[in-house]
Nanobody, 121 residues
Framework: QVLLVESGGGVVQPGGSLRLSCAAS????????MAWYRQAPGKQRELVASLTSGGSSRYVDSVKGRFTISRDNAKNTVYLRMNSLKPEDTAVYYC???????????????WGQGTQVSVSS
């Protein structure tokens, strides 16, 4: 079952901006922590940013001051606003949710399918 669906990736020039979105299935009524990870070719997946349902956020050092994570708890949707993009931000970006509460069952965690972000001139 697909629980998280990302959108918003694409190709952008260095210095440009993109906004990623990740929406939970309509069967999900709440999610504890939502986060964005990324994986570049030949590299391990890394945590980019996370945001708890209570509003606590954290970022990897390389994106601080450029990326902003936000969420709409009523819609169970998380966003990642990415400004001043650099070629090294090129990766597949994955949405992650921790402790999902559903109408029919709960889930320990879930991953989205990933969306490609390419920063190139």
């Amino acid at each position: 079952q697909v629980l998280l669906v990302e959108s918003g990736g694409g190709v952008v020039q260095p210095g440009g901006s993109l906004r990623l979105s990740c929406a939970a299935s309509g069967t999900i009524i709440g999610i504890n922590t939502m986060a964005w990870y990324r994986q570049a070719p030949g590299k391990q997946r890394e945590l980019v940013a996370s945001l708890t349902s209570g509003g606590s956020s954290r970022y990897v050092d390389s994106v601080k001051g450029r990326f902003t994570i936000s969420r709409d708890n009523a819609k169970n949707t998380v966003y990642l606003r990415m400004n001043s993009l650099k070629p090294e931000d090129t990766a597949v970006y994955y949405c992650y949710g921790d402790k999902l509460r559903g109408y029919y069952r709960d889930y320990d965690d879930a991953w989205g399918q990933g969306t490609q972000v390419s920063v190139s001139s």
